[in-house]
T-cell receptor
Framework: AQKITQTQPGMFVQEKEAVTLDCTYD???????LFWYKQPSSGEMIFLIY??????QNATEGRYSLNFQKARKSANLVISASQLGDSAMYFC???????????????FGKGTKLSVIP | AAGVIQSPRHLIKEKRETATLKCYPI?????VYWYQQGPGQDPQFLIS???????DKGSIPDRFSAQQFSDYHSELNMSSLELGDSALYFC??????????FGNGTRLTVT
């Protein structure tokens, strides 16, 4: 079973509008972390935001916020006031603390390609 | 701020050749990870090192090996290259429990 599911292969948003990118996850670990990364066409992987499973409040970083609904196992990324430079692939990822891995490596979703329209 | 440095940025090799990718993690980060991202795919975890010891292994082919050196830099060695090895290879580093910070990647093309 997929541990991270991103159901939107592609999304379009008008410049200056807000957009929500969906992410659901599957884990039996009580302690885990959820991450969002941005990958522009140039290829680099840029860390955006992090949410821990025990965090009481939703994470925010500038124009990025994470809508964390633990009971529904969802961790949607909200980008406010979209800019042309936000056009990129966005990956949701999870780290399971008690997976036995020992290295806290990330498992990624398939990604959502966001296109911002002028 | 210092970032993860990867070299080379681009590499072209022929089938059955070998390739070595290098990674210099962010200073004081104790864990290094290697990921492979095929065209149009999500990154797949290959291997990781914690304080220079291998800590976890993912879907890394037996033809690939990696190590972390005393100065904390890491190298991914790939032998008997196949066309399917063409991908973007990322190195990432972190302090235990903190977000992974990725390098800009090495784009390997096997012809």
């Amino acid at each position: 079973a997929q541990k991270i599911t991103q159901t939107q292969p592609g999304m379009f948003v008008q410049e200056k509008e807000a957009v929500t990118l969906d992410c659901t996850y599957d884990t039996s670990d009580p302690s885990y972390g959820l991450f969002w990364y941005k990958q522009p066409s140039s290829g680099e992987m840029i860390f955006l935001i992090y949410q821990g499973s025990y965090d009481q409040q939703n994470a925010t970083e500038g124009r990025y916020s994470l809508n964390f609904q633990k009971a529904r196992k969802s961790a949607n990324l909200v980008i406010s006031a979209s800019q042309l430079g936000d056009s990129a692939m966005y990956f949701c990822a999870m780290r399971e603390v008690y997976s036995g891995a020992g290295s806290y490596q990330l498992t990624f979703g398939k990604g959502t390609k966001l296109s911002v329209i002028p | 701020a210092a970032g993860v440095i990867q070299s080379p940025r681009h590499l072209i090799k022929e089938k059955r050749e070998t390739a070595t990718l290098k990674c210099y993690p962010i200073p004081r980060h104790d864990t290094v990870y290697w990921y492979q991202q095929g065209p149009g795919q999500d990154p797949q975890f290959l291997i990781s090192f914690y304080e220079k010891m291998q800590s976890d292994k993912g879907s890394i082919p037996d033809r690939f090996s990696a190590q972390q050196f005393s100065d904390y830099h890491s190298e991914l060695n790939m032998s008997s290259l196949e066309l399917g090895d063409s991908a973007l290879y990322f190195c990432a580093s972190s302090v235990t429990g903190s977000p992974l910070h990725f390098g800009n990647g090495t784009r390997l093309t096997v012809t």
